[in-house]
């Protein structure tokens, strides 16, 4: 097997394949060194979802027959509890807001398996909050410098909008148009946009902008887009797309082999390798059978995601003179509201959300309390109220065609939002090495973690906007249901945070190409660059970001006269 290469890249998700097939494009010559699998193909993951006794983000994913011993298929936190994997000191009294839930993958094409696939961008507000609103870090980037990168990672993932609809929001401008028209509005995105317009003047003290409903720009196909086919609608892009209209990342690293890189699945990094504020000098992995091996390269990238990739740098003493790996790390804190229609709204039709409310992810509101983008559910009462929940409350007391007739009648006016709440950087919220070790024998992360009043304030008033958007649309009180700041939130799975850009190497792990300020030749990709997290999901800012990253890598292995 080759040893030598100019760029191995740690990690197969949707960074690591983009910027492998860039490379490759090039004429480089990458490895990719992922420590899952690709396994089955998609039809037969689709089964394991349907056959599943509890259909969760990991039953398409998890193996027929569990490992042997000394095999690392991936953290237990995709397959079970996450605290089978992680390690956070609390018990059962502990708060919801100090336990961190989001998992992940480990897996060829990562986390894009089961994401939801939307994309909107963040807005230009978002990349300087500490000068705007005093919070945070400002990024050493600014949206004009990423926007052209942001079109290059709407074509590469193939994201459908309206350009013309987001064209300008919040100051956001777009120089070139989505690939592919909008998904189209589900029918309860039309009545909740009628309805709110007798109320849009209500939530003006947040900033002038009326409260519309917008499309959700999503990495889904609304017409046939390179080889993949158009949305049919299925429901299920959480966990798993069952015909692949939905992106994921192993589009790319196919692409990627495609154009010669090499791929070295289960293959577990146990150290990267540099001196002291030198370059990194080779890698070492083990298979999932304990084979040892070292592979070397001219530059290195790190993209296993915003858990792996600090755990990896700890593990291997570098890229830390700041003190910062590992810290400052995010999630968006997410909820939802729930209610009861007074005429069918006709859920379950085509992907979980197609629109959302955009209206509050800006504003002078953010030196107080966080900025939150809201999104319209198509999947009635979501999990907490899906049919089947609905179907179990019912058959205790109803039978035959009354029963038929009111679970029709309940679950076709069910309707719900769901929200994503701005979450502050911190550095007490980290990943540290556990002395508690996985099934290969590599020490665990330990995670401290902590949602702020900030955020948790900003749920009293997410509360009164679904509150009032029910009202709007004709709910009687009594079929409402809403968070408030004591009600248990969900992860959202966006690991943001952990090896943050930033111009001072005091306070930042990389630059503004991502480049580690101890070690020109490592660089870091994905979420855990963000200084903050915003609103906007965070997939289609680490696809532009590792787009951009590729061209600086490209230039420094291309020499100074490039």
């Known amino acids: 097997m080759e040893t030598n290469y100019d760029v191995i890249i740690i990690g197969a998700g949707v960074a690591g394949g983009l910027i492998a097939n860039k490379l490759a494009q090039g004429g480089k010559k990458v490895l990719i060194l992922e420590s899952g699998e690709k396994g089955r193909e998609r039809v037969e993951l689709v089964g394991s979802y349907i056959s599943a006794p509890v259909q969760s983000l990991g039953s398409p994913y998890n193996p027929v027959q569990p490992p042997a011993k000394n095999m690392a298929p991936g953290p237990e936190s995709t397959h079970g509890n996450y605290n089978d994997y992680y390690v956070q000191d609390f018990g059962p009294d502990t708060p919801n807001n100090k336990q961190f839930k989001s998992t992940y993958e480990r897996r060829v094409g990562g986390s894009t398996w089961h994401w939801l696939g939307n994309c909107p961008r963040l807005l230009p507000n978002d990349f300087k909050t500490k000068s705007l609103y005093g919070f945070g870090k400002d990024w050493p980037i600014s949206y004009d410098d990423l926007e052209p990168w942001y079109c290059e990672a709407e074509k590469e993932l193939g994201v459908s909008g309206d350009h013309e609809e987001l064209n300008g929001l919040f100051g956001a401008k777009r120089s070139k148009p989505f690939p592919m028209n909008r998904i189209w509005p589900s029918y309860s995105d039309l009545k909740v946009a009628e309805s709110i317009r007798s109320i849009e003047q209500e939530f003006g003290g947040y900033n002038s902008m009326p409260l519309t409903v917008f499309c959700t720009p999503q990495a889904r196909n609304s017409q046939p887009y390179d080889g993949r086919p158009v ?25 990627a082999q495609a154009n010669q890189a ?301």
């Open 231 to 255: 949305c049919a609608g299925n429901s299920t892009c959480v966990p798993i797309c069952p015909i692949g209209a939905k992106y994921d990342a192993s589009v790319h690293i196919q692409k």
């Open 262 to 562: 090499h791929l070295m699945e289960r293959a577990v990094v146990t150290k990267v390798w540099a001196p002291l504020k030198g370059e990194v000098t080779q890698v070492s992995y083990e298979n999932w059978e304990g084979m040892e091996f070292t592979v070397t390269a001219r530059v290195y990238v790190v993209a296993a995601n915003s858990i792996e990739t600090p755990k990896l740098l700890l593990m291997s003493g570098i890229g830390n003179s700041s003190d910062q790996v590992g810290r400052n790390l995010m999630d968006h804190p997410q909820g939802e509201g729930l209610c009861v229609s007074p005429e069918p709204l006709f859920p379950f039709r085509g992907p979980p959300t197609t629109s959302g409310i955009d209206k509050f992810r800006d504003g002078a509101f953010r030196k107080d309390f966080c900025a939150f983008r809201m999104s319209l559910g198509n999947d009635g009462g979501g999990r907490s109220k899906s049919p089947a929940t609905v179907l179990s409350q019912l058959v205790q007391k109803e039978f035959g065609a009354t029963l038929r007739q009111q679970l029709n009648g309940l679950v076709t006016r069910q309707f719900r939002i769901s929200f994503l709440a701005e979450m502050l950087p911190s550095p007490a919220n980290r990943v540290i090495l556990s002395d508690k070790l996985d099934d290969a024998g590599i020490p665990r992360p330990r995670i401290n973690f902590q949602v702020d009043d900030y955020t948790m304030n900003g749920f009293k008033k997410i509360a009164e906007v679904m509150r009032r958007i029910f009202q709007a649309m004709g709910s009687k009180p009594e079929d409402i249901t809403v968070p408030d700041n004591t009600t248990p939130f969900m992860p959202a799975g966006h690991i943001m945070g952990t090896c943050r850009m930033g111009n001072d190497p005091a306070d930042s792990v990389v630059d503004a190409d991502c480049r580690s300020h101890d070690h020109p030749n490592l660089f870091i990709a994905g979420s855990s660059v963000f200084p903050t997290g915003g609103t906007a999901n965070p997939t289609l800012t680490l696809s532009a970001i590792s787009l951009r990253m590729a061209a600086a890598i490209e230039k420094q292995l291309n020499g100074p006269n490039s």
